[in-house]
């Protein structure tokens, strides 16, 4: 499979315009909100493997991914949320339908799923690293902090490292396809990493064993992204 990154949709270059035409040869955006093209998964099916699975993957991206891209785009159609970018939009989450909330969570936390894993060997950077370690103490600490978050999280939802706007980086989770850029949410900031702990996510490899599921996380994590994302927050 071709690879081709997502657009940067957090920090300072989400609203910035001109970003959708150039990384996407289609015809002008649907919205502000939503690019008119499904984007490509950064990677193999098979990439991830033996952590995450071909066939989890494919469904994951091909049916589940692409539900929430659909059922978005068709949610805020002809509606002035629109003419929002995302960043907006989940702002102002609280006014929306539930359609938009479920599904632009959906269509937007998969893509920083996606990109915050890949098959290459990375490590934090030293900035990134520095914070983990003064926020949480060690990295260790950090990791069974967030681990923690996604095995507890009742039911359907997300895990985040998030930076809030204190500068602060912290863990949280969320139920459902909320995710922390939500007003919403109570603990909000921009979006580090996040793992999907919906039991479609792991249940055709892991069947009930999330714990192992989230263990195993750590083996694809693209550093690189998480990197990226704390330097442009
Ligand atoms: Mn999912």
Redesign the pocket.
């Known amino acids: 499979m071709k690879r081709r990154n997502f657009i940067a949709l957090v920090g300072t270059s989400l609203a910035a315009a001109p970003v959708w035409a150039n990384v996407y040869n289609s015809s002008k955006p649907a919205s502000k909100a939503i690019d008119s093209v499904f984007p490509e998964l950064p990677y193999a099916y098979n990439a991830l493997e033996p952590t995450i699975d071909a066939k989890t993957m494919e469904i ?1 991206y091909s049916k ?2 692409k539900a ?1 891209y659909t059922n978005f785009l068709a949610a805020i159609k002809d509606t002035p949320a629109a003419e929002l970018d995302l960043k907006s939009l989940f702002a102002g989450i609280s006014k929306l339908p539930a359609a938009v909330r479920n599904n632009g969570g ?1 269509y937007y ?2 893509m920083l ?1 996606w990109e915050n894993m890949g098959p290459e060997k990375t490590t934090p950077s030293a900035a990134l690293q520095s914070a983990i370690e003064k926020n949480f103490g060690s990295m260790d600490k950090f990791k069974t902090e967030f681990a923690d978050a996604a095995k507890k999280q009742f039911g359907s939802g997300w895990a985040w490292l998030v930076a809030g706007k204190d500068g602060q980086l912290f863990v949280s989770a969320t139920p459902n ?1 909320d995710n922390p850029l939500m007003d919403v949410v109570e603990k909000k900031g921009t979006p580090l990493l996040c793992i ?1 702990v ?1 039991e ?2 792991y249940y055709l490899n892991y069947q009930n064993r999330r714990a192992e599921y989230v263990d195993n996380f750590w083996k694809v994590v693209n550093w690189n992204t998480v990197n990226e994302r704390y330097k442009n927050r």
């Open positions: 994951h589940h991914h929430y959906g936390n998969h799923f396809q999907d919906w479609h996510a």
